[in-house]
């Protein structure tokens, strides 16, 4: 994979749409996820992904508290049951019948939701725009906005391009997360900033704005407005701690350095090889927990 060649400036662009920031060049933190080793984003680079139920329902949910101007994208709702002879069964996707009738819909731009996730639109939404502190974040602002810098590293300068949730005008960044009961409260989210790299999209969405952001709006915390997927539809709000943003910093820096490189060189190599043809795995700390002492 090589480096397309820059067109993109840098700075700050409020009404970009999103399929024009997904085309447009630059290193994002979405990608680098797929950095461990450098040889999985060459691969996630070329696939065609489709969304999955979860992430198909953040989009509606930011769509609706973020910009409710932007009409949601034409959406069919899966049955509870299809067709089988003279009889029908409930839903599934083993069933061929079901299969062709959601790559109908889809071959048509419709986007394919059970019945079941889009009954819960309305709540979430409803959930969040009552909730007390997330109303007041959303009150003022401008939602999906788009940042690009050069930023330098020992192998030369690389585009970045960040898409940031929203921007109050509190001295803030903030993001909507859509998770599965329980994973609202700060324990197990914090488990969540760390398992999805969201320390990573904290740090470097503060990096991005501070950078090209006027120095009187410039954003010294990073907020998660969390909303749980099924009833009751609990809300919270979460500020990441300077120990998360710490680690962002170090894996984004990390992650940046080798994408600089293998763009430099051309080399997008996978698992590090010993000198033997082999390298000695270590014990994991799980074994060393469950072995005792």
Request: hydrophobic share 35%; aromatic share 10%.
């Amino acid at each position: 994979m090589s480096l397309p060649v820059v067109t993109q400036p840098e700075g700050v662009f409020f009404d970009m749409p999103f399929r024009d920031y997904l085309a447009a060049p630059g290193f994002s933190q979405s990608m680098s996820k797929h950095m461990n080793p450098p040889a999985r984003l060459t691969a996630y680079m070329a696939e065609k992904r489709e969304q999955t139920d979860e992430q198909l329902m953040g989009t509606l949910v930011h769509a609706r508290i973020l910009d409710p101007s932007i009409p949601l994208p034409r959406i069919a709702v899966t049955p509870e049951r299809y067709p089988s002879g003279l009889d029908s069964k409930p839903w599934h996707m083993g069933a061929r019948y079901c299969r062709d009738w959601v790559a109908d819909r889809k071959a048509d731009g419709l986007v394919v939701m059970s019945g079941t996730e889009y009954n819960r639109l309305p709540d979430i939404i409803d959930a969040i725009r009552s909730n007390e502190s997330a109303a007041d974040i959303f009150s003022t602002g401008k939602g999906e906005v788009s940042v690009f810098n050069e930023l330098a590293t020992d192998h030369g300068l690389v585009l970045c391009k960040s898409r940031l949730d929203w921007v109050p005008e509190q001295p803030f960044l903030a993001d909507i997360k859509v998770v599965q009961n329980g994973m609202a409260s700060p324990e197990e989210f914090a488990q969540l900033v760390h398992d999805r790299d969201y320390d990573v999209q904290a740090y470097s969405n503060l990096l991005a704005w501070n950078r090209q952001g006027s120095v009187e709006d410039g954003k010294s915390a990073f907020l998660f407005v969390v909303v749980e997927r099924n009833p009751p539809f609990l809300v919270n709000v979460l500020r990441v701690c300077e120990g998360q943003l710490q680690a962002g910093m170090e894996k984004w820096d990390r992650r940046l350095r080798t994408y600089a490189r293998c763009v430099r060189d051309g080399v997008w190599p996978g698992y590090t090889i010993g000198p033997n043809g082999y390298t000695t795995m270590t014990e994991s700390s799980k074994s060393r927990k469950a072995r005792g002492p």
